[in-house]
T-cell receptor, first 110, second 116 residues
Framework: AQSVTQPDIHITVSEGASLELRCNYSYGATPYLFWYVQSPGQGLQLLLKYFSGDTLVQGIKGFEAEFKRSQSSFNLRKPSVHWSDAAEYFCAVGTYKLSFGAGTTVTVRA | DTGVSQDPRHKITKRGQNVTFRCDPISEHNRLYWYRQTLGQGPEFLTYFQNEAQLEKSRLLSDRFSAERPKGSFSTLEIQRTEQGDSAMYLC??????????????FGNGTRLTVT
């Protein structure tokens, strides 16, 4: 069975500071991994994806994520956070049927 | 690429009533998915179509739920005899399956259902 754990429910970060969101997955084969972002009342926007190849993947809005098979992790990072990055972030695993984590809410303080 | 469109954005209904939601996927996408998201949780898979064929249904999809994609384009999700526990955001997504891969899912903005 596939599943995702996002250990941090809520993270507060200062504008300009770095951000790292944790994601651990369980999957029987080579995983397809995704990070999505959701603003209040909105759908999910794809930030980045990992299918194979380079374990460091670049996404939109300055985000990147690193796939570590030995740790079953796919953590999301951003070097310098902007106030507009305040949102909920979801990690997901799967091919056609995605399993999502419960999400991490990011608050950005001035 | 006009994105995935869902209608309505919000629906308030009384318990026991039927409701129907519509999803228009990205035009060239052959796969369409329905997910449900409750407050504070990630989306949960409900069902998906490849063209007009419904290929999988989650155990979350009780007999009161039915989804269709009659011409392989738009899809409808109907909930009969709504219950308060049906209150959630219903998300539609689409993707393009080719011989090489299944593209990432593109989500619509969802339909927020409130059952009173």
């Amino acid at each position: 069975a596939q599943s995702v754990t996002q250990p941090d429910i809520h993270i507060t970060v200062s504008e300009g500071a770095s951000l790292e969101l944790r994601c651990n997955y369980s999957y029987g084969a080579t995983p397809y991994l995704f990070w999505y972002v959701q603003s209040p009342g909105q759908g999910l926007q794809l930030l980045l994806k990992y299918f194979s190849g380079d374990t460091l993947v670049q996404g939109i809005k300055g985000f990147e994520a690193e796939f570590k098979r030995s740790q079953s992790s796919f953590n999301l990072r951003k070097p310098s956070v902007h106030w507009s990055d305040a949102a909920e972030y979801f990690c997901a695993v799967g091919t056609y049927k995605l399993s999502f984590g419960a999400g991490t809410t990011v608050t950005v303080r001035a | 690429d006009t994105g995935v469109s869902q209608d309505p954005r919000h629906k308030i209904t009384k318990r026991g009533q039927n409701v129907t939601f519509r999803c228009d996927p990205i035009s060239e996408h052959n796969r369409l998915y329905w997910y449900r998201q409750t407050l504070g949780q990630g989306p949960e898979f409900l069902t998906y179509f490849q063209n007009e064929a419904q290929l999988e249904k989650s155990r979350l999809l009780s007999d009161r739920f039915s989804a269709e994609r009659p011409k392989g384009s738009f899809s409808t999700l109907e909930i009969q005899r709504t219950e308060q526990g049906d209150s959630a955001m219903y998300l539609c997504a689409s993707s393009l399956l080719t011989a090489a891969e299944n593209s990432p899912l593109h989500f619509g903005n969802g339909t927020r259902l409130t059952v009173t």
